[in-house]
């Protein structure tokens, strides 16, 4: 079955460390995004992707770094600049084409 | 930067009130969905409206989308603790950049 997996789903880290959390798509996609929550709060774009080796800041992309070197995979590592690294991150894929967006499960993270 | 702007931003509401929340686009929409989601989960697909006027229900759960398809409404009727959460609108704006809004905190009291 096609679909978008993030792994972990929990994750915890030392402050001062940088972490990576990861993003798979089968779903031939071209686009990815990778979004955070924090608690009672939409969702804030942190870096997006519409093509393999290119992707743009969103909203909220200091202290993020991201990759795409294959369609499939889209990694985001959070670093130590980032000053509130605790959050839940969810990351989506879609197809334009089909005018259709589906998320991973998302991954929580809590810097300690 | 973000196009779409939900109102109201948190809402409180008894048990077996009716409510609605809207989404405005600055631009031309080509699509928009309406999805839930409860803090430290995924988000969970409600409806998709793509044509000015079309109305789609889902259990007591309402969407519109005007004419102009640049607004959507979402309605609840007798609210439930169970619709408590996050809603939020998204919508394909150009064709080519997928956007969420910023999201209403609903909140039921029994």
């Known amino acids: 079955d096609g679909g978008i997996t993030q792994s972990p789903k929990y994750l915890f880290r030392k402050e001062g460390q940088n972490v990576t959390l990861s993003c798979e798509q089968n779903?031939?996609?071209?686009?990815m995004y990778w979004y955070r929550q924090d608690p009672g709060q939409g969702l804030r774009l942190i870096y997006y992707?519409?093509?393999?080796?290119?992707?743009q800041k969103g909203d909220i992309a200091e202290g993020y770094s991201v990759s795409r070197e294959k369609k499939e995979s889209f990694p985001l590592t959070v670093t130590s600049a980032q000053k509130n690294p605790t959050a839940f991150y969810l990351c989506?894929?879609?197809?334009?084409?089909?005018?259709?967006?589906?998320f991973g499960q998302g991954t929580r993270l809590t810097v300690v | 930067s973000q196009e779409l702007e939900q109102s109201p931003q948190s809402l409180i509401v008894q048990e077996g009130k009716n409510l609605t929340i809207n989404c405005t686009s600055s631009?031309?929409?080509?699509?928009l969905y309406w999805y839930k989601q409860k803090y430290g989960e995924g988000l969970i697909f409600l409806m998709m409206?793509?044509?000015?006027?079309e109305e789609k229900s889902h259990e007591k759960i309402t969407a519109k989308l005007d004419e102009k398809k640049q607004q959507s409404s979402l309605h609840i009727t007798a609210s439930q603790p169970s619709h408590a959460g996050i809603y939020l609108c998204?919508?394909?704006?150009?064709?080519?950049?997928?956007?969420f809004g910023t999201g209403t905190s609903l909140t039921v009291i029994p």
């Open positions: 989506a894929s879609a197809d334009w084409s089909n005018t259709e967006a589906f």
């Open positions: 779903l031939n996609h071209d686009a």
């Open positions: 992707s519409q093509i393999v080796n290119d992707f």
């Open positions: 631009k031309t929409l080509y699509g």
């Open positions: 409206l793509q044509k000015g006027g």
């Open positions: 998204g919508a394909d704006s150009t064709g080519n950049q997928f956007y």
